[in-house]
């Protein structure tokens, strides 16, 4: 090696779980980048632990931590003043048996990260899931939709009532229990909140049509299998209920209308 302070592969095993969760500053990146190019052992490590990393990325739970557990483990971190300051990271796998596992290692790591970044970059993730889950959702309600339009279908245009602003779209086959729902500007839900979608038949009983949410724009897709034939019914509504559901509206209709 030429360079003066080329890493030790010791050095670049501490950096490789924050490398391995994205959570490593650009030259330090560029150190292990650099390093596993050339050195065997290292990159089979790295591998080891990009691989946890995408697991346990995945089986992250997207919650907040308490902020007075955030806070303890900020001041158990400050108080580590033995060495000139080194990433926290490197100071938490330093308390850590010395042969450790990467998975203890990375654990560990990623336990802390989850803590003090209050699940910043996990919650981006399970955001991103989310995203493309409603976008596949999406998609395949206006497929749908598009199909039973083709197939003979109705479109029935919903009203907001509770809110005025809010509107939905109805597509449905009076002899077949699949329909589609595809809202917009609806209002937005607190925390624990769905909307549900409501059949009613003509003398006024109400069949669960399933729940759903909404994005900020108020758009939501429900995908409606109903427990009989659409004929059945005479109107459908949406309420806002409690997370889940409820057997009964237990709130104002936000959009409705009649579909017969
Ligand atoms: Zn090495």
């Known amino acids: 090696m030429t360079e003066p302070h080329a890493p030790t592969c010791a050095e670049i095993a501490e950096?490789?779980?924050?490398y391995a969760l994205e959570a490593l500053a650009?030259?330090?990146?560029g150190h292990v980048a650099q390093h596993v190019r050339v050195c065997g052992p290292c990159r089979a490590l790295l591998q080891e632990y990009a691989d946890l990393a995408e697991g346990l990325l995945a089986a992250a739970p997207a919650c907040a931590a308490p902020s007075h557990l955030e806070a303890a483990?900020?001041?158990?971190?400050?108080?580590?003043?033995?060495?000139?300051?080194?990433?926290?990271?490197?100071?938490?796998?330093a308390w850590l048996p010395a042969p450790a596992r990467p998975a203890a290692v990375l654990a560990a790591v990623l336990a802390v990260a989850l803590v003090i970044s209050n699940l910043g970059w996990a919650?981006?993730?399970?955001?991103?899931?989310?995203?493309?889950?409603?976008?596949?959702?999406?998609?395949?309600a206006q497929h749908?939709?598009?199909?039973?339009?083709?197939?003979?279908?109705q479109r029935v245009v919903l009203q907001g009532s509770a809110?005025?602003?809010?509107?939905?779209?109805?597509?449905?086959?009076?002899?077949?229990?699949?329909?589609?729902?595809?809202?917009?500007?609806?209002?937005?839900?607190?925390?624990?909140?769905?909307?549900?979608?409501?059949?009613?038949?003509?003398?006024?009983q109400r069949d669960n049509g399933g729940v759903f949410s909404v994005d900020a724009a108020g758009h939501g897709v429900l995908i409606v299998d109903a427990p009989h034939d659409l004929a059945a019914y005479a109107r459908v509504g949406v309420t806002r209920e409690p997370a889940g559901g409820s057997p009964a509206?237990?709130?104002?209709?936000?959009?409705?209308?009649?579909?017969?």
């Open 249 to 260: 509206p237990t709130n104002p209709a936000t959009i409705n209308g009649p579909i017969s």
């Open 15 to 18: 950096l490789m779980p924050a």
């Open 163 to 204: 809110a005025p602003e809010a509107s939905g779209e109805f597509y449905f086959t009076p002899d077949h229990r699949q329909a589609v729902l595809i809202t917009a500007d609806m209002p937005p839900l607190p925390a624990g909140m769905v909307y549900q979608l409501w059949l009613v038949t003509a003398d006024g």
């Open 73 to 93: 483990l900020l001041r158990r971190l400050r108080a580590e003043p033995t060495r000139p300051p080194s990433p926290w990271w490197q100071r938490l796998a």
């Open 26 to 29: 650009a030259d330090e990146r």
């Open 144 to 153: 749908l939709s598009m199909e039973m339009l083709a197939a003979g279908g």
């Open 123 to 140: 919650r981006a993730a399970s955001e991103w899931r989310a995203q493309q889950a409603a976008l596949a959702a999406s998609l395949q």
